[in-house]
T-cell receptor, first 114, second 111 residues
Framework: NAGVTQTPKFQVLKTGQSMTLQCAQD?????MYWYRQDPGMGLRLIYY???????DKGEVPNGYNVSRLNKREFSLRLESAAPSQTSVYFC?????????????FGPGTRLTVL | QKEVEQDPGPLSVPEGAIVSLNCTYS??????FMWYRQYSRKGPELLMY????GNKEDGRFTAQVDKSSKYISLFIRDSQPSDSATYLC???????????FGKGTRLSVIA
């Protein structure tokens, strides 16, 4: 099992460019999450999908959109990148949204916006 | 005030020391408490999980929750250089609410 995979691993964008971060899990999990991690700020939730067909905003959703493409895949889109979106992005998944389930993280995507 | 407060460190200790990592929180509805370990340039991985108050031990690691004080701790006994990582506390309410993370404490164990 690969667990949670993310592509790309690294990306450099210019201000105003758009891109989609891809996330896939092979653990048959129902719930998936997107976080950003910044120095001194910790992990902050951007969007999550408690189950296939649903998405909800997290703590910092502005400037992002998400798509739960199917049960395995959950993508994060930056329509018009800004330098403030320079960060490390982590995708995570868990069997259900219930609090007792273990949340598994991907390896992260390091994004720089110039 | 952020819901979960965690001293970012860095914390540097000699090999074999006992390490104490702590978080405080303001939301009395939190029922589930976790500690994640994150090695440099990797994703976090679950280390310990505790429900409500009490202690939980797993090898060299002990997690404590004091809900009356809104305070959780992670103790690492006989610390090893391989324990050098960032430790993040996380917590959630009942039901399907997402985890809320602390900022993480960077730990270095010096051989």
């Amino acid at each position: 099992n690969a667990g949670v995979t993310q592509t790309p691993k690294f990306q450099v964008l210019k201000t105003g460019q758009s891109m989609t971060l891809q996330c896939a899990q092979d653990m048959n999990h129902n719930s998936m999450y997107w976080y950003r991690q910044d120095p001194g700020m910790g992990l902050r939730l951007i969007y999550y999908s408690a189950s296939e067909g649903t998405t909800d905003k997290g703590e910092v959703p502005n400037g992002y959109n998400v798509s739960r493409l199917n049960k395995r895949e959950f993508s994060l889109r930056l329509e018009s990148a800004a330098p403030s979106q320079t960060s490390v992005y982590f995708c995570a998944s868990k069997m259900t949204a219930g609090s007792t389930d273990t949340q598994y993280f991907g390896p992260g995507t390091r994004l720089t916006v110039l | 005030q952020k819901e979960v407060e965690q001293d970012p460190g860095p914390l540097s200790v000699p090999e074999g020391a006992i390490v104490s990592l702590n978080c405080t929180y303001s939301n009395s509805a939190f029922q589930y408490f976790m500690w994640y370990r994150q090695y440099s340039r990797k994703g976090p991985e679950l280390l310990m999980y505790t429900y409500s108050s009490g202690n939980k031990e797993d090898g060299r690691f002990t997690a404590q929750v004091d809900k009356s004080s809104k305070y959780i701790s992670l103790f690492i006994r006989d610390s090893q250089p391989s324990d050098s990582a960032t430790y993040l506390c996380a917590m959630s309410e009942t039901g399907n609410t997402p985890l809320v993370f602390g900022k993480g404490t960077r730990l270095s164990v010096i051989a």
